[in-house]
């Protein structure tokens, strides 16, 4: 059993192209950082112009530990800092239990 960290928010308005590029040096960054793969994608149903965020931990202590790691790590506040303005409210997360 693992854990999935499913991380989304809506997409500002005429902002795809800077999300986007923004989202993907997101899940370098902190692959480089955690050594967990992160992958992105924008919802195609439900809420057009969602942007997702995917990530699989072996357990909750793991993604603890990736949460603590990116929030002591200068760079990665950098990198969130260049976002401003590219989204509409805040981020959601929903962590789901893998089987």
């Known amino acids: 059993m ?8 809506r997409i500002a308005q005429g902002k795809r192209d800077e999300a986007s590029k923004f989202a993907s040096d997101i899940c370098s960054y902190l ?43 200068e760079g990665y506040g950098e990198l969130l800092a260049s976002g401003d303005g590219l989204f509409d409210g805040h981020a959601e997360d929903t962590w789901v239990y893998t089987m």
């Open 2 to 9: 693992g854990v999935r960290l499913n991380r989304s928010i």
């Open 31 to 73: 692959e480089g950082l955690t050594g967990v793969k992160v992958v992105w994608g924008v919802e195609i149903g439900g809420t057009v112009g969602k942007i997702h965020w995917y990530a699989d931990y072996e357990d909750l202590a793991a993604l603890e530990a990736a949460f603590s790691q990116s929030d002591s790590d």
